[in-house]
């Protein structure tokens, strides 16, 4: 019988990976770095928030105004967007091009930097401009090609994580964008598909188990997406504060003037008063752990 060489790759991460398969996430040294003037991975938890799509200009800057005098660090939300299914309406549909527009009003009518997701190298002229951190969303987590060419341009990435994904194969597509070129990279666990233990609205179960898992492999800065996970919002603020008990490093929260009516995924986000009280909870959180979010 042939010999087989392949060995089979587990789940977790072994020394040998570490040394062959991850070097630079294994070595990865960045204990603060700052992004658009925000420090990661230092005292201050920086939070990204925002809604789910960029609606329109009026709900982006207003909300990008909102979040800032929370004290969010990020404004968050998609132009583009990868939508589970192909079907659209008016309300429903994806504002591209003239959402990144819209998104650069907010950024500079409120002073604060963007984050936004990235679906398609064909956009990188469009993005670079507009997003300070690229997001390269769970679906296209081993992207290779794009993760590539966006790590090429030199603007940091947060990489979320795919909801079927192990550690051992998002560090590895961490590691495409080290090898790529990309200096600064956050990695977002985003919640795991799994069985529905708990209710059948809440889509994705939040691994926070994760957070002290890559700590123990890499000082690469490590976000939670409680919106995303839960798709729930009674839940985002247990969630959001077991994360930063957790050990996140960035905290990405969905808030929306008017959450019942969001275009996208309306159970998940918060509203503005929520968020405020939510930063003031999480602020207490956060000191326990010798950190801060305001
Ligand atoms: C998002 O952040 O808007 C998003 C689509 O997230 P995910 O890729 O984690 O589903
Ligand atoms: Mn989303």
Redesign the pocket.
């Known amino acids: 019988m042939a010999k087989i060489e392949n060995k089979f790759p587990g789940k977790d991460v072994s020394p040998d990976d570490l040394k062959t398969k991850i070097p630079l996430v294994a070595n990865y040294s960045s204990k603060a770095f700052k992004v658009a003037g925000v420090t990661f991975n230092g005292k201050k938890i920086p939070v990204m928030a925002g809604p ?1 799509m960029v609606e329109s200009e009026e709900l982006i800057v207003k909300t990008a105004k909102a979040v800032k005098k929370a004290g969010a660090s990020f404004l ?1 939300g ?1 132009a583009f ?2 939508l589970s299914f192909p079907y659209r309406s008016k309300k429903y549909n994806e504002s591209g091009l003239d959402g990144l527009k819209w998104l650069s009003v907010a950024r500079k009518e409120a002073s604060i930097p963007v984050i936004t ?1 990235i679906m398609e190298s064909k956009y990188l002229d469009h993005m670079i401009d507009v997003a300070d951190i690229m ?1 390269i ?3 296209n987590m081993q992207n290779y090609p794009l993760i590539t060419d966006v790590a090429s341009t030199g603007k940091p990435i947060m990489l ?1 994580r795919h ?1 079927g994904a192990s550690l051992r194969d998002w560090l590895g597509a961490a590691e495409y964008a080290l090898v790529a070129g990309c200096k600064h990279i956050i990695l ?1 666990e ?2 795991m598909s799994v069985a529905h233990t708990h209710k059948s609205s809440s889509r994705y179960l939040l691994d926070l188990q994760v957070i002290p898992a890559i700590k123990e492999l890499s000082s690469i800065s490590v976000a939670s ?1 409680p919106s ?1 996970a839960t798709f729930w919002r009674d839940w985002v603020p247990s969630m959001s504060l077991a994360s930063i008990s957790a050990g996140a490093d960035s905290i ?1 929260i969905e808030v929306h003037p008017d959450p019942e009516n969001a275009a996208v995924d309306p159970l998940q986000p918060i509203n503005f008063k929520s968020f405020q009280g939510l930063m003031n909870q999480m602020d207490k959180t956060a000191k326990a752990v010798s950190r801060k979010i305001l």
């Open positions: 789910n968050r998609g967007k990868p997701e997001q969303g769970s679906r979320k909801y977002c985003r919640g997406d995303h990405m």
